[in-house]
């Protein structure tokens, strides 16, 4: 009989941030109370193909791809609503092709077609209920153009910018170029509009590297945002647990960079600090980001970032966790939102932890969020009882023959 919950964890996907995903999902994965939950993990390769198993656990096995598969088995969702199982892909001549029966999802996918809604989209359709942001919230947080207008619009403080799609980049280059520099001037900073852990993101002090940066992003997204740099810049992140009508916020952080920007180095390999033998050291995710935590901020300060930050989570309708990041202009003492992470790099446990919530109490209400969720969209109308199709269309003219006869009788 069965008497625990199954949790699917779904990590890695068709991201450049495949790997972080996995570190993120193992930190998780440790963290649930097995005394109270079964944990079935899946893995979705960057080819696109799901697996499950138990070496997919041990961060370990992920050095050698093709070892590890062959150990795991081959899975796949059925898109029918109402359906939780997870199937073999390799059906057997005997027994059920079924592995397990999911009762909740515990997503730890980051970056493009994982966090950006597209994933969250694939378990709508299946009614399982699965922690974190909707779809909505999720393409909406994942895209830093749609974000910035929706905050801007909701009298929270961003940064100036410019966006441009990449054929405009193509077919205006030198008009697009002109508008950066009239709207904002150098120095700036470019990124893809739609990815994260600062992959193809770069500072740039003049036109030459304004070219180049936006090439390289440009192989990233289709859509590219510019932003004006702040020079004197402090960067503080503060993450929010709840729902999109009551959450909280957690202490802040200040992450510790070893350039203008927060690169992909300082957050997962801490500054690519190297381990005792010359070797970089072994990630932990976002845990490997040196920071200070609690961030040294005043009061002020702080209580203004910790209400900025809820008020980002609701306006985008968020839920579960999420990580905000803010920017402070030490010049002027101005501070902007940056970004949200709405599935953020180790789920934010380290600040969690800060805050007085351990990662398993952590996971046990991301859990607890995902259930809710479903219960109160079970109260939502889908579907109108009647059949338009057991009324009168006026014949083969269909609709519209009947909205002319209903007009013609008056």
Not at 112 to 130: A, H, K, L, R, V
Not at 251 to 270: F, Q, T
Not at 386 to 399: H, M, Q, R, T, V
Request: proline fraction near 3%.
């Amino acid at each position: 009989m069965k008497t625990k919950i199954n949790v699917g964890v779904i990590f890695g996907g068709r991201s450049v941030e495949n790997e972080i995903s996995v570190l993120t999902a193992i930190q998780a994965m440790e963290a649930i109370d097995t005394a109270k939950y079964d944990i079935t993990p899946i893995y979705i390769t960057k080819q696109g193909h799901w697996y499950t198993g138990e070496e997919l656990r041990q961060s370990q096995n992920y050095k050698d791809m093709e070892r590890l598969l062959e150990k795991c088995e081959q899975v796949y969702l059925r898109p029918i609503y109402g359906d939780n199982h997870l199937y073999r892909v390799r059906k057997p001549l005997f027994g059920s092709d079924i592995v397990a029966t999911i009762d909740v999802i515990l997503p730890a996918l980051h970056g493009t077609n994982c966090e950006d809604g597209s994933f969250q989209g694939t378990i709508e359709m299946t009614g399982i209920p699965y922690a974190g942001c909707n779809v909505l919230a999720s393409a909406n947080g994942m895209d830093k153009i749609t974000m910035k207008m929706i905050l801007a619009q909701s009298g929270i403080p961003v940064i100036d910018y410019v966006w441009f799609s990449d054929k405009e980049w193509f077919d205006r280059e030198a008009a697009t170029i002109e508008r950066v520099e009239q709207q904002l001037g150098y120095p700036v900073i470019v990124k893809p509009a739609d990815s994260g852990s600062s992959v193809g993101i770069k500072a740039v002090h003049n036109r030459e590297e304004l070219k180049e940066a936006t090439e390289n992003a440009i192989s990233y997204s289709k859509r590219i945002i510019v932003e004006h740099l702040v020079e004197q810049l402090k960067e503080i992140n503060c993450s929010v647990l709840g729902n999109y009508y009551e959450c909280e916020a957690s202490v802040c952080e200040a992450p510790i960079r070893s350039g203008e920007i927060l690169s992909y180095e300082d957050k997962y390999l801490g500054g690519g600090a190297k381990g005792a033998k010359g070797g970089v050291k072994e990630s932990r995710g976002m845990h490997s980001t040196v920071r200070e935590i609690p961030a040294r901020l005043p009061e002020q300060q702080t209580e203004f970032i910790r209400t900025k930050a809820v008020e980002t989570f609701k306006a985008l309708a968020c839920d579960g966790v999420a990580r905000i990041d803010f920017m402070i202009d030490e010049k002027d003492q101005q501070i902007y939102v940056n970004e949200i992470n709405t599935i953020p790099g180790s789920l934010s446990f380290y600040l969690w932890e800060a805050t007085g919530v351990g990662f398993d109490e952590l996971v046990e209400r991301l859990i607890n969020i995902a259930f809710e969720r479903k219960r109160d969209s079970s109260f939502k109308t889908t579907s109108y009882k009647e059949n338009i199709f057991n009324y009168s269309l006026g014949g083969a003219k269909g609709a519209k023959g009947a909205k002319g006869a209903k007009g013609a009788k008056r």
